[in-house]
Structures are given as structure tokens and as C-alpha cells.
């Protein structure tokens, strides 16, 4: 049967949740698994992932792993894939099961219709980040305010979304091969109308296996992205008279709690 679907998942020593994620995956797919491959971008991990893989489809899996050796990152992984991928439906989703497998086919549905599916973990009914500490609860409000004037969607910091393949190579070459944000960087640069965007309510998982790649560096290659971004969207003029408006209004503020102070 002709693949109509593809999931793209960008893996870095996950070892571990390759089986469960294939299985559960599959089984969500129903009786769309025939027409459904799944691909795993990994960056040479070298944890037995190749192996992993290669026992799952002897086992009637249609899943693939790709092995990249000189690059790095989740952003352009998911930009490799979706450029082997033979669907033309494709999905992006995490390995570590915080994006469950059991929404991926209502991200397909949506997507017979819409250009961009995005899971939402901004919606009713869905767990936000229950068990998640402190700090990442504050970086992931944080992270979200700044990308706010970007782009309309409820969740631009969520990893798991469908895009139909033709919009992919417009964005392709222009991704931020550092970024982590990938969904952000395609809602910017295909500039996809908000009607044709839907957006499916998921309840983000807690990684039970391997380690989050979440570290310093990968945040300032956010704020870098960020930067990126509202040039792309903006220009320097219009970011430059956000700057001055801004500055103008401190100052008058300033002018005016002086005056009430003296
Ligand atoms: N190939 C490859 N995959 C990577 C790399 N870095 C991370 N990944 C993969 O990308 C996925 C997300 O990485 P995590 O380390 O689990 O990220 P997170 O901090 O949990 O962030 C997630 O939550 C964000 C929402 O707050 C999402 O935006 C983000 O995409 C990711 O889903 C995992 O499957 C991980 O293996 C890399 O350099 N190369
Ligand atoms: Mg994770």
C-alpha cells in the first residue's frame, strides 16, 4: 500500500523508548498503520537504537532509522526526515513519550484539511506540564511570552505538529539548524494563513526514560532563534521603533514619577 503518512521522530539516545513508541504508535494508527512508515532521525547515538530499529521491522514494523554523523541537532533532524519522509502527511513527535502516540491520528485527521496541525497542551481538559519542576514551568512561560508577537497558535514552544509535505520545502533551507523551537520556525517562515492552522489538545507526558536535551545551550540557541525570528517577521525598522516606543514610554513614565515624588 502506498504510504500516505509519515512520522518523523528525532531521537538522541533513546534507546529505550524506541520499542515502546513503535508499538503504541502502530496501535494508535488502527487501519491507517498500512499507510503509515515511521522514521527516526538519530545522531549517531550508538546505543543500540540502529539495532532496536532493525529488530522492529523484522517483526513487520514499517519503521526506519536514519543515522546522521556530522550533524547535530532535534531542528534539523526533523528537516532531514521530512525530507526522506514519503508521505504527504507528515508528524513531528518527540521519542520520549511526552507526545502520546494515541493523538497522532487525530493530528492526521486535521490534517486532510489544514496546511499545520499543532498539539496544544494550551487547551481545555489537557494536563499542562503537571509534574514538571519549578524552573521549567517558569522557562516554558517565559520561553512562550517572547514568541507570542510571532504567531497566533495557543502552544509555539510544543514539538508535536503535522504540516502537509508541499508546505515543507518552501521552510526547508531556511530552518534554524540550531533551533529547537522547529514548529515555530516553520509557522514564521511559511507564514501558513491562521486558517488553514488547527490545533489538536494534548496532555504532555513526563519522560520516564533518558535525559532531557534541555540545557543552557540549547536556550540561548533559543533566544537566538528568537532574535532570528522577529527580524524574518519584522525588519529592523519596525524592531527598532517597538525599541524607541518602548524607551519614549520609560522615560515619560520616569518624567511623571518624578514630578509626583518632588
Ligand atoms: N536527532 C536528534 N534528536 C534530538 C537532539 N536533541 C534532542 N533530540 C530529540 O528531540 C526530542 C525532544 O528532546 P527532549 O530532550 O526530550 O526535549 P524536552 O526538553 O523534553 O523538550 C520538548 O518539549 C518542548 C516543549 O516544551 C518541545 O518544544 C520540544 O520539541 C521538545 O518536544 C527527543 O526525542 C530527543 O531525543 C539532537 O541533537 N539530535
Ligand atoms: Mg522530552
Known amino acids: 500500500m502506498a ?11 533513546e534507546h529505550d523508548n524506541i520499542r515502546p513508541l513503535t508499538k503504541r504508535l502502530f496501535a494508535a494508527l488502527e487501519s491507517e498503520a498500512p499507510a503509515s512508515e515511521l522514521i527516526f532521525v538519530d545522531d549517531n547515538s550508538k546505543d543500540g537504537s540502529v539495532e532496536e530499529v532493525a529488530a522492529l521491522k523484522a517483526e513487520g514494523f514499517n519503521v526506519s532509522i536514519i543515522v546522521r554523523t556530522k550533524e547535530r541537532g532535534l ?11 514519503s508521505g504527504k502527511y507528515l508528524v513531528c513527535m518527540d521519542a520520549d513519550l511526552q507526545h502520546p502516540p494515541e493523538r497522532v491520528p ?15 497542551r494550551y487547551a481545555p481538559g ?41 508546505y515543507v520545502t518552501k521552510a526547508a533551507d531556511q530552518i534554524n539548524a540550531h533551533g529547537f523551537k522547529i514548529a515555530l ?18 496532555s504532555f507526558g513526563v519522560r520516564t526514560v533518558g535525559e532531557s536535551k534541555l540545557t543552557g ?6 533566544l537566538d532563534q528568537l532574535k532570528e525570528l522577529y527580524m524574518y517577521k519584522f525588519g529592523p525598522t519596525k524592531i527598532l521603533a517597538a525599541i524607541l516606543s518602548v524607551a519614549v514610554i520609560g522615560v515619560l513614565l520616569l518624567v511623571y514619577l518624578v514630578r509626583l515624588v518632588l
Open 3 to 13: 504510504i500516505e503518512n509519515s512520522i518523523i521522530v528525532p531521537a538522541y539516545h
Open 75 to 85: 531542528s534539523s533532524a526533523v528537516v532531514k526526515g521530512f525530507m526522506e519522509a
Open 106 to 120: 487525530a493530528l492526521l485527521h486535521k490534517l486532510h484539511t489544514n496546511a499545520f496541525v499543532l498539539g496544544t
Open 126 to 166: 489537557v494536563e499542562m506540564d503537571k509534574d514538571w519542576p519549578l524552573y521549567r514551568r517558569v522557562i516554558s512561560s517565559g520561553a512562550r511570552m517572547l514568541a507570542m508577537p510571532l504567531t497566533t497558535v495557543s502552544d509555539p514552544m510544543s514539538g508535536f505538529f503535522g504540516i502537509q509535505k508541499s
Open 185 to 202: 520556525d516553520i509557522l514564521v517562515k511559511t507564514g501558513i494563513p491562521s486558517n488553514s492552522i488547527a490545533e489538536v489538545p494534548f
Open 217 to 222: 545551550k540549547v536556550m540561548v540557541y533559543y
